[in-house]
């Protein structure tokens, strides 16, 4: 019985640190290029649940030669941008804005607030992040702070950035960085209405 228990416990946690592995094709990644024009920057969003202040997420945002999103084991999908392990092409002004009032929310059962943390870099840089970005592959769920702190640590300017496993304590660190600017993005904040809807694969509005 013991050895049973033990084989379930195992395999729930090989579930648990599974990694979604999504490889969309070259001509779908191409199509969807996005360029956002300078200056390149690397930017942290941090996702904080308000009923117990702790940290839910973190994403990257990667602007260089292209605008991409490094969203490590996160829900957020839309079909217009493809997705190569946790990196979404296509992160245009509209999705960018989508993705932003997909994480702020505020209703009876659930609250939270984005903290957007954006440093200025040099294209060189941002390309040696978006590179690592796409290298790192897919990352297992909870995972998606340590992920980024692995890709950013010991990149030129991001050496005093901390390694951690929790959302909220990368951002206190990626704030202590110089140049980092912030804000706070909640569901009273006006971040543009990007009129974008969230469908599936076959273009079908998703409640």
């Known amino acids: 019985m013991l050895r049973l228990l033990a084989a379930l416990a195992c395999l729930l946690t090989l579930a648990a640190c599974g990694a ?3 490889w969309a094709p070259d001509d779908k990644v191409a199509a969807a290029h996005y360029v956002a024009g300078p200056p390149a920057s690397i930017t942290l969003i941090t996702v904080i649940n308000d009923r117990n202040g702790s940290g839910a997420h973190s994403g990257l945002i990667i602007n260089g030669a292209e605008r991409v999103l490094f969203d490590p084991a996160g829900t ?15 992160l245009t002004d509209r999705m960018l804005a989508f993705y932003l009032d997909y994480h702020t929310r505020d209703s009876a059962d659930e609250k939270f607030h984005v903290i957007e943390s954006t440093k200025i870099v040099s294209p060189e840089v941002a390309a040696l992040v978006m590179q690592r970005a796409k290298d790192y592959g897919a990352v297992p769920k909870a995972y998606c702070a340590s992920s980024i702190s692995s890709i950013l640590r010991g990149v030129p300017g991001f050496e005093g950035l901390s390694a951690s496993m929790f959302p909220k304590a990368l951002g206190r660190s990626f704030d202590t960085l110089p140049g980092v600017t912030s804000r706070v993005i909640t569901q009273q904040t006006d971040i543009g209405h990007h009129g974008v809807k969230m469908v599936d694969d076959d273009g079908k509005p998703v409640n």
């Open 76 to 90: 957020f999908y839309h079909p217009s941008m493809p997705i190569r392990n946790d990196v979404h092409y296509g």
């Open 20 to 22: 979604d592995r999504t």
